[in-house]
Each structure stands twice: as C-alpha cells, then as structure tokens.
C-alpha cells in the first residue's frame, strides 16, 4: 500500500448537509487528487493539489471544495450534498506527474 | 469532458486462456496507465507507458502503446482465478502537470475455472 488512508469509509448522510472526506497520506508526496467512481463513467477528477494551499479544479468539480493545509492531508467538502453526489471517492496521491497511487475509497449516500 | 472508449465492457473466460482489451481515445494522450480493481478497494497501478509504439510487460501482463498516440491495449496470459476485477486504462494528456488521468469506463473480467 502507498500509505494513503480515507476516512470515512463509509457515510450516510443528509440532502443538503455538509460533509468532509479527508485523505492522509505518509509518503510525503507533492500532488493530491481527489476522484469520483460512478457506473459507466469510470473515474472522473473533482479538484486536486500540488502542494500547501495549491489547488485546482478537476472535471467534475462543482459543488465541491478542498482544503490542504499540509503535506499530509486533503480534505473534500461537499458544501450542500445532493443525491447526484452518492458516489464512491477516492483519493490519489503522486510524486511526478504520472503514476497516481488510489486510497481504499469513501462510499457516500445521499438520502 | 473526454473519456476513454474501454472496450469489451465485460468478459467471461476460462482459467488457463489469454485475454486482451483495448482502449481508444479522439485524442493524443503522452502517457497511458493501466489499473486493476478489486472489488471495496481502490486502483492498483498495473503497467505505465510513455512513449508511443511502447511494449511494456509486467509478469503475465504486457501493454502497448499505440503508435498513433490514440489506443493503448492490455493483455493477460493464461489467466488464473486471481486475474477477476476491473481494468481501467487511464490516459494523460498534458505533461509537466499534476497527474491529471482520464480514465476508460473499465473492463470487468471474470475467470471460470
């Protein structure tokens, strides 16, 4: 494993209540993504990092922010969850600009 | 946003036989990644290729690079029982950035004995 650790692993929640996924990484590396898993669309991009208070917008990025505040950590909020959000996230990290390595994964429902 | 044409969506084959799946893009992509998942786990990197015409293997897996920059193919030999999951063939576009993927849409793979 490339150690990434998400947390939740699994969430149910609220339509229209806030909720933060949080990826923690101990390889030190530099890039942070955050992805989403839907049947029939693969993987898609929401925002990733590139270092301390670096970010920017993926794909799919609407309602949804991040925070990374250090090295470690890269925080997904979904501001006001909707039920087109239930998905399953997942976190990424990498050191170049290539090879991506995947968390466990968070498995969200909105109800 | 673009995506990946992953193709066959789904197969069945026997332990013991050669199985193989392609992906194809509109697009020029620089790097092409090949991954496996398990079912409740995240993807595993199986094979990277970065330059075009590329034949890379990993074990009994072996990956190219098509020439054109646009399709990429995996191919498993004697698949065993183990070989079951997901494959998704991810492309990058622009180098010099974060890793940025698209992925294909997967090719689920299940073995019978």
């Known amino acids: 494993d490339a150690g990434i650790t998400q947390s939740p692993r699994h969430k149910v929640t609220e339509t229209g209540t806030p909720v933060t996924l949080r990826c923690h990484q101990t390889e030190n590396h530099r890039y942070m993504y955050w992805y989403r898993q839907d049947p029939g669309h693969g993987l898609r991009l929401i925002h990733y990092s590139y270092g301390v208070k670096d970010t920017d917008k993926g794909e799919v990025s609407d309602g949804y922010s991040v925070s990374r505040s250090k090295t470690e950590d890269f925080l997904l909020t979904l501001e006001s969850a909707t039920s087109s959000q239930t998905s399953v996230y997942f976190c990424?990290?990498?050191?170049?600009?290539?090879?991506?390595?995947f968390g466990q994964g968070t498995r969200l429902t909105v109800v | 946003g673009q995506q990946l044409n992953q193709s066959p969506q789904s197969m069945f084959i026997q332990e013991g036989e050669d199985v193989s799946m392609n992906c194809t893009s509109s697009s020029i992509f620089n790097t092409w990644l090949w991954y496996k998942q398990d079912p409740g786990e995240g993807p595993v990197l199986l094979i990277a290729l970065y330059k075009a015409g590329e034949l890379t293997s990993n074990g009994r897996l072996t990956a190219q690079f098509g020439i054109t920059r646009k399709d990429s193919f995996l191919n498993i030999s004697a698949s065993i029982p183990s070989d079951v999951g997901i494959y998704f063939c991810a492309g990058q576009l622009n180098p010099g950035t974060a890793s940025k993927l698209t992925f294909g849409t997967g090719t689920r793979l299940q073995v019978t004995l």
């Open positions: 990424a990290i990498s050191e170049g600009q290539v090879e991506a390595f």
